[in-house]
């Protein structure tokens, strides 16, 4: 059958929130369609539900046993090797969507399936790109939230979002939310880079689209806990950052820990009376190591997969690292011994001058991933490409 809607939903162990999401979201379509659903004399949506499911317990169970007795389509896709957290899961399930609009919402039902018809209503009016349904615009509330300290977060967040993109956020007040309806074709889905769980901020900040906003009411969790966590606040200043300045904002962080630890390290060892110079190769070779698990965690996290091996990483990381700290070192020497003797003012200055070196090194060798260093000759394909059956 011909779909007009497809309502993505991810889930992670939601297993006793299925049947209960399914069941109010037929009602809300066969009930509301005047309503909402669909104006006067026009009929009612062709809807499926995609549920995207990572989960580890019983829930792609429970989702086959509502698919079987429900009054709309029910289809699942599950992953198992996850990629991309919940944004990675959303991305999936708009690649496999079948309905000209696409509604992304969360299994726990705080998320209320009613709003569902409005937002497309909405959509269907104003020609929007993408409709925000919105905990901080005209009546919408955010009480479902678990307490004042995550209503303060929320607010925070999206606050810190909007500073970072006053212009592709200009007419969202909430680019925090998990609920919003999309229209096929307005999302360069090859374009996004999915991690953690605000996918929604990744879509409206990597392209210009028309948004427009519905108010709605946040709601209480029907079964379960919240999977908000600290880690996951981490992962959101991670996303934030990458989206605004790349990747070369966390390495610049992390080079600049790497290079106070270096510094710190280089003073320790003179008062304990080791000469300068060892003591800057045995500050160095610690730097270089630790700097190297950062940038794998929280730099280049997304380019492992595909790149050398960790320990073929490591030592290209070491031995380009290793050199430029040999070479930095007998400058240090020779500018220490004939012009400035203050090793520390010294130290700091190159590893500034380092610093572009560095990075560009990482991204384009430790990191490139493996046959793309050439294109094919035989095809002309350009590095990474596809041929096409």
């Known amino acids: 059958m011909t779909v007009d809607v497809t309502v993505v939903v991810p889930t992670f162990n939601e297993g006793p929130n299925v049947a209960e999401l399914v069941r109010r979201l037929a009602a809300a379509f066969h009930d509301g369609a005047d309503a909402g659903g669909a104006g006067a004399g026009e009929a009612i949506p062709a809807v499926e539900v995609l549920f995207v499911d990572d989960s580890t317990d019983d829930t792609p169970a429970e989702i086959e046993r509502v698919a079987a007795a429900s009054a709309l389509p029910v289809r699942m896709i599950h992953r198992e090797a996850p990629d991309g957290g919940l944004s990675g899961a959303v991305v999936a399930g708009l690649r496999a969507a079948a309905g000209e609009r696409v509604v992304v919402m969360d299994g726990d039902l705080q998320h209320p399936p009613e709003m569902v018809p409005v937002l497309l209503a909405t959509a269907r ?6 409709v925000v349904a919105s905990r901080y615009t005209g009546k919408g509330d955010a009480g479902g939230l678990d307490g ?6 929320s607010k925070a967040s999206g606050l810190l979002a909007r500073s970072m993109f006053p212009v592709k956020l200009r007419d969202v007040s909430d680019p ?5 309806v999309v229209r096929q074709g307005a999302v360069d889905l090859a374009g996004l880079r999915p991690r953690g769980f605000k996918i929604l901020l990744e879509i409206l900040a990597r392209q210009r689209l028309v948004v427009v906003e519905e108010p709605f009411v946040f709601g209480e969790r029907f079964a379960g806990r919240s999977k908000a966590t600290v880690a996951n ?4 200043v991670q996303q934030l950052t990458l989206l605004r300045f790349g990747r070369l904002s966390p390495f610049a962080i992390i080079g600049a820990l790497g290079a106070v630890l270096n510094l710190a390290i280089l003073a320790g060892l003179q008062a304990l009376g080791v000469h300068y110079l060892p003591a800057v190769i045995w500050a160095n070779v610690v730097t270089i190591v630790i700097n190297f698990l950062l940038q794998e965690r929280f730099v280049f996290a997304d380019l492992r997969e595909g790149a050398h091996g960790f320990w073929g990483r490591f030592v290209r990381s070491f ?3 290793g050199t430029e700290a040999a070479v930095r070192t007998l400058l240090l020497w020779w500018i220490v011994e004939r012009a400035v003797p203050h090793p520390e003012l010294v130290q700091a200055a190159l590893i500034l001058v380092a610093f572009v070196v560095r990075f560009v090194f990482q991204a384009q060798v430790v990191y490139r991933p493996r046959g793309s260093a050439r294109a094919d000759a035989r095809t002309g394909q350009r590095p990474g490409e596809r041929a096409q059956p």
Do not use: K, P, S
Request: glycine share 12%.
């Open 125 to 130: 009016e104003t020609g929007a790109d993408v």
């Open 148 to 153: 004042r300290w995550r209503r303060w977060v």
């Open 176 to 180: 925090m939310t998990g609920f919003f």
């Open 233 to 236: 606040g981490l992962r959101y």
């Open 319 to 321: 031995a380009f690292n």
